[in-house]
């Protein structure tokens, strides 16, 4: 290329530099264009709120009404299923207080027997034949099994015995004597337990997700006046997390989220919970419970 056509060119490149941007700078200004559309776009998909599929029932009073998760009125389903039904007979010979697993193979039972001068009460199991001790709860007078909602959590005076199965494989109690209070769990077969510190009063109330990986606890101050949400991950090694203020649970289909009775003195109404600890309150009202998530 001769001398005269390189300084056309270089006077191309410089009237093209004078008459605005440069070559470079405009590749640069394109760049920098498509890194804010891409930003932009990542927020506006981070911002959009979802919400938990299905419907809950909850009632308010004699009031008997359906919302979806946005809190918006929702027909209420032709029929449905209330969560982890329960297979099988109880035992007569076991005594009163029992509680079967949902396929029924295994019956949860307290044994109360006099060593001596001291009476002992025992959380049993039996299946297949087989008795198997799980926990010590105490002296005879260790209050009754009852079931894990909040109908036997009140049902007797003192703290109550609230056991709950997951969906077959593993066993949660909470522990009866003096604070501080703690929560307890037993792997089916082996029958392993392990203790965990609760948060807020004693295990008022157990719920376990569909899948049995969640577990959610209610636990009530010793006057029953304040109640604390607490969620564990069964699948990690840490204490169960705080994740509202509340009692009265019902899972999501999912397993993912928590529709719950709201305390009534900090933050009454119907919430939806997460199990990472994100809230929303679906219903602003006093009096509100949930009573099933319907897919």
Not at 152 to 161: K, T
Not at 176 to 205: D, H, I
Not at 269 to 281: C, I, M, P, Q
């Amino acid at each position: 290329m001769d001398y005269s056509r390189r300084r056309a060119m270089r006077t191309r490149v410089l009237k093209l530099e004078q008459g605005g941007f440069g070559i470079r700078e405009r590749w640069m200004l394109l760049a920098a264009a498509s890194i804010i559309a891409v930003t932009v776009a990542f927020v506006l998909a981070n911002g959009r709120e979802t919400f938990p599929a299905g419907t809950i029932g909850y009632r308010a009073g004699a009031v008997e009404a359906w919302v979806n998760a946005r809190g918006e009125t929702a027909e209420a389903p032709g029929a449905w299923a209330p969560p982890h039904q329960t297979a099988g007979y109880p035992l007569p010979e076991l005594g009163p207080a029992q509680f079967p697993s949902p396929d029924g193979r295994a019956i949860a039972f307290v044994s109360t027997t006099g060593e001596g001068a001291w009476l002992i009460s025992r959380l049993m199991v039996r299946e297949g034949g087989v008795t198997t001790e799980v926990g010590q709860l105490g002296g005879g007078d260790s209050p009754a099994l009852v079931l894990g909602g909040k109908g036997g959590a009140r049902s007797r005076g003192g703290v109550p015995l609230i056991v709950s199965w997951s969906d077959g494989q593993m066993l949660a109690w909470g522990s009866v004597m003096e604070p501080p209070y703690y929560l307890q769990l037993a792997e089916r077969g082996s029958w392993k337990t392990r203790s965990l510190p609760l948060e807020g009063g004693y295990a008022g109330e157990l719920a376990w997700a569909p899948g049995g990986r969640h577990l959610a606890i209610s636990t009530y101050a010793k006057d029953r006046t304040d109640h604390t949400i607490l969620i564990l991950d069964t699948a990690g090694s840490e204490p169960p997390k705080r994740v509202a203020k509340g009692c009265v649970m019902i899972w999501s289909p999912d397993g993912r989220h928590l529709a719950l009775h709201g305390e009534p003195r900090t933050q009454p109404g119907l919430w939806v919970v997460s199990v990472d600890g994100e809230a929303r309150r679906v219903i602003d009202r006093l009096g509100v419970a949930p009573f099933a998530w319907v897919e």
